[in-house]
């Protein structure tokens, strides 16, 4: 049994026995054309307890990035067909995904790459072979820096982001400026995470203290709220005669501003 991934192995190093915590099932994406490789890695990350998602292409892990909307995505630099620079360019042109930490991965004699990649945006790298306890605690520190923002009360979807405490919204970090019924309607999408809120539900979350709230204006403020936040408005979905729901994998087509 071997605790290196992708090359030699490293004997003396077990995993056995050790406790790992992760604190929810946090979900990996895993891009990588070899599949033993493949197969190693998510099954060590399964039995730290993450849920983990494969993809044996560029065009297919862009893919599932978008339909499953990952917490961190371990990408391969080495890919047939579009390479791993290129998707890497296409995640964080997508504003559906372009907020996921990307961790590239590297073979020998691909040092230059890596450099390329850093630049264009990935958040850490590590180089073939690997240790398998060394790619948790780096996928864990990966993800560690990306909850800091929940802990300050900070709530992100794809361009979106709200700062709860402060009472602020922001599209690509610029502030934009919501009227209150709007920012808590966003508020009450955002925390439902993919779910469809009925109108009713969504009246209950908007209606101040000082106002009346009906079906109708809902929408309006929906409109409203739609209005002020250019592509990203595609993220928030008309449910045919039930309500609304903030869908994070909705395509914002991007490269457009
Ligand atoms: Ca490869």
Redesign the pocket.
């Known amino acids: 049994m071997t605790d290196t991934l992708g090359g030699r192995v490293h004997p003396g190093i077990s995993l056995s026995g050790r406790v790992f915590r992760t604190m929810s099932k946090e979900r990996i994406l895993v891009i990588?054309?070899?599949l033993d490789i493949l197969t190693n890695i998510k099954l060590r990350l399964e039995s730290r307890g993450f849920t983990v998602f494969t993809s044996k292409t560029g065009e297919e892990g862009l893919e599932t990035a978008q339909k499953k909307i990952p917490d961190a995505i371990l990408l391969?630099l080495?890919?047939p067909e579009i390479n791993g620079l290129e998707v890497l360019k296409r995640i964080r042109s997508n504003r559906a995904i372009s907020h996921i930490p990307v961790m590239i991965v590297s073979a020998l004699g691909e040092e230059s790459d890596v450099v390329v990649g850093l630049e264009m945006g990935a958040d850490d790298y590590m180089s073939k072979p690997f240790n398998a306890a060394v790619l948790v605690a780096r996928i864990n520190a990966l993800l560690r820096r990306n909850r800091q923002d929940d802990e300050k009360g900070l709530l992100r979807i794809g361009p979106i982001k709200m700062d709860v405490e402060a009472f602020h919204a922001f599209l690509d970090d610029e502030p934009i400026s919501l009227t209150g019924a709007e920012y808590r309607l966003l508020l009450a999408l955002i925390k439902s995470k993919g779910r469809v809120l009925t109108r009713n539900q969504l009246i209950d979350s908007v209606m101040g203290t000082d106002m009346i709230v009906t079906e109708r204006t809902i929408d309006v403020h929906v409109t409203g709220l739609r209005s002020k936040l250019g592509d990203a408005r595609k993220l928030i979905e008309t449910v045919r005669g039930v309500g609304y729901r903030l869908n994070p994998s909705a395509d914002l087509c991007t490269e457009s501003r």
């Open positions: 990588e054309d070899e391969d080495m890919l």
